[in-house]
Nanobody
Framework: QVQLVESGGGSVQAGGSLRLSCAVS????????MGWFRQAPGKEREGVAT???????NYANSVKDRFTISRDNAKNTLFLQMNSLKPEDTAMYYC?????????????????????WGQGTQVTVSS
């Protein structure tokens, strides 16, 4: 069973930065479609950023130019660098993986498409 373990969440003030990590076991991060998703209280889970096996990235419009998704193949780890954080970025952030091939938008940003999920890490941004 693929295992995903997120870390790096925390509390920051608006304008600050955080870097999330997702350690991947029993799967090769470079061979999977990988993504970061978030869910705020009372809201549906939404796609934030994804990277497919070809290295192509996709971002939600709300985080484009502020967040960067990347992967370290040697460490088999996925990252999300979050800059210029806003209070509306407050949510539980989840790492997800799927072994199927690259998909176009909007599928690649759809939580329903991903098979494996981590437990999440909380990000809180105060104004």
């Amino acid at each position: 069973q693929v295992q995903l373990v997120e870390s790096g969440g925390g509390s920051v003030q608006a304008g600050g930065s955080l870097r999330l990590s997702c350690a991947v076991s029993r799967a090769t991060v470079s061979n999977y479609c990988m993504g970061w998703f978030r869910q705020a209280p009372g809201k549906e889970r939404e796609g934030v950023a994804t990277i497919n096996s070809d290295g192509i990235t996709n971002y939600a419009n709300s985080v484009k130019d502020r967040f960067t998704i990347s992967r370290d193949n040697a460490k088999n780890t996925l990252f999300l660098q979050m800059n210029s954080l806003k209070p509306e970025d407050t949510a539980m952030y989840y790492c997800a993986a799927d072994p199927r091939g690259p998909q176009p938008r909007p599928t690649i940003l759809s939580p329903a498409w991903y098979r494996y999920w981590g437990q999440g890490t909380q990000v809180t941004v105060s104004s």
